[in-house]
């Protein structure tokens, strides 16, 4: 019999959730979380990323699909967090992938995702992140109809985030 291999876990310190996620999530990998609208993914996001800021002092990127940057600011003043100070001190940035009111989506060719890639590539580089969080993926898979390339050009960058660790 192998003996069983131990996963290395990263503490959320979202009250209850490292109890349930028996300790943290799995360090280093990806963890998917799913809900329908109104289910607190976004609130878990940025709770996972505030929480390694004021706990760990580990900056963090938010990658917005949706949400404006100054609507997740003004909603999230509620609970507390600051989110303009820690961009301030360089403790957080936002890349912001969400649409315009109105934009229409046109694609010529082939799309990928390279321009949004080298985004929040620079957005962890300028801050030293050691937690990402993009919410939602599913406004980004309901905007193109190419659903397998937009899911590989996600693993993509999932890929260099793992690199950039």
């Known amino acids: 019999m192998t003996p069983a291999t131990v996963v290395e876990k990263l503490r959320t310190s979202i009250p209850g959730f490292d109890l349930i996620a028996n300790g943290g999530l799995p360090k280093g990998r990806t963890t998917l979380v799913s809900g329908t609208a109104g289910s607190g993914k976004t609130v878990m996001a940025v709770q996972f990323l505030a929480a390694g800021i004021l706990e760990n002092d580990e900056p963090g990127v938010f990658v917005t699909f949706e949400e404006s940057p100054d609507d997740i600011r003004e909603n999230l003043r509620s609970l507390n967090w600051d989110i303009s100070l820690w961009e301030q001190e360089h403790k957080w940035q936002f890349v912001d992938a969400s649409p315009e009111i109105g934009e229409d989506l046109v694609v010529v060719g082939q799309y990928d995702l390279a ?40 693993f993509r960058i999932v890929s260099a985030l793992k690199k950039w660790a």
């Open 115 to 154: 321009a949004l890639l080298a985004r929040i590539e620079n957005a962890v580089r300028q801050v030293g992140a050691k937690r990402v969080s993009m919410d939602s993926l599913g406004a980004i898979f309901s905007r193109f109809h190419e659903k397998r390339l937009v899911r590989y050009e996600l």
